[in-house]
């Protein structure tokens, strides 16, 4: 089973979520943990996606056995401007 580390920005967006979304947040890190999906961001960005609800993403990174857990977007929009900020 691989180890799911939270970079201090993936925390900040968790609390800033509401409680629904947190629940279902914490549903798809124990999907990561147990089978991490391999779905690559396009563009040559190095991170995967998981999409969590309509809106909501979660940003990772797999090194080895570790997930590295870099964001968590609870709406499109911010998610695009994240996005965009590296194509």
Same mark, same amino acid.
């Given at each position: 089973?691989?180890?799911?580390?939270?970079?201090?920005k993936?925390?900040d967006?968790?609390?800033?979520?509401s409680?629904?979304l947190?629940?279902?947040?914490?549903?798809?890190?124990d999907?990561?943990?147990?089978?991490p999906?391999? /779905?690559?961001?396009k563009?040559?960005?190095?991170?995967?996606?998981?999409n969590?609800?309509?809106?909501? /993403?979660?940003i990772?990174?797999?090194?080895?056995?570790?997930?590295?857990?870099? /964001?968590c977007?609870?709406?499109?929009?911010?998610?695009?401007k994240?996005?965009?900020?590296?194509?």
């Amino acid at each position: 089973m691989t180890e799911l580390i939270f970079i201090e920005k993936a925390l900040d967006d968790l609390k800033s979520a509401s409680k629904d979304l947190e629940n279902i947040f914490l549903k798809h890190f124990d999907k990561i943990q147990s089978m991490p999906p391999r /779905r690559h961001m396009k563009h040559g960005i190095p991170f995967h996606v998981e999409n969590v609800t309509a809106q909501a /993403r979660i940003i990772y990174n797999i090194v080895g056995e570790n997930v590295y857990v870099l /964001r968590c977007f609870s709406d499109h929009k911010s998610y695009e401007k994240w996005y965009r900020s590296y194509r």
